[in-house]
């Protein structure tokens, strides 16, 4: 049995005890450029650099691709991480509460409608919504305080 069956065994049964009940709920792939894939990585080129980060599948996510190829201007935030505003609000439906992000966390502030990519550790946030882990070049995000980055679909 694997951790994540392990866990959701013990989360059904605690449930249980509360009185609740939950069905399982079946992961559906991505489905970017018409066609399936069951994890996708995007690509963000910041001065001349990549950093590659590995997307979850969720509606918040799926609203992300949608808006991509895309170039947005990140500013630092507190000293722990880059921020960004979309166009768009992404959608938060199924999403947790909160969530406790750890360095190399991308992830969506449904509030104020931004990306946020934690290269410090940070405490749990309501509303932060996960959408995935930067992979590789987390660094060239310390570069500087505000940069340009184009962000697409790795191919």
């Not at 049995?1 to 069905?23: A, D, E, I, K, N």
């Not at 995007?42 to 808006?67: H, P, W, Y």
């Amino acid at each position: 049995m694997s951790p994540s069956q392990t866990r959701s065994m013990v989360f059904t049964g605690l449930l249980g005890l509360l009185g609740t009940s939950v069905s399982p709920i079946e992961a559906e792939p991505l489905n970017h450029g018409g066609s399936t894939v069951s994890q996708t990585n995007i690509v963000m080129d910041v001065e001349g650099k990549s950093v590659t980060v590995a997307l979850n599948d969720s509606a918040a996510t799926r609203d992300f691709l949608a808006q991509l190829p895309i170039t947005l201007t990140f500013d630092d935030y507190h000293g722990i991480e880059k921020v960004s505003d979309l166009p768009e609000k992404l959608s938060v439906e199924g999403a947790p509460a909160g969530f406790d992000p750890e360095k190399g966390s991308f992830t969506y502030y449904a509030p104020w409608g931004n990306l946020a990519i934690f290269y410090r550790d940070f405490g749990y946030s309501r509303s932060l919504v996960n959408l995935g882990t930067v992979t590789s070049g987390l660094e060239h995000l310390t570069a500087s305080q505000s940069f340009t980055a184009t962000i697409r679909v790795v191919d």
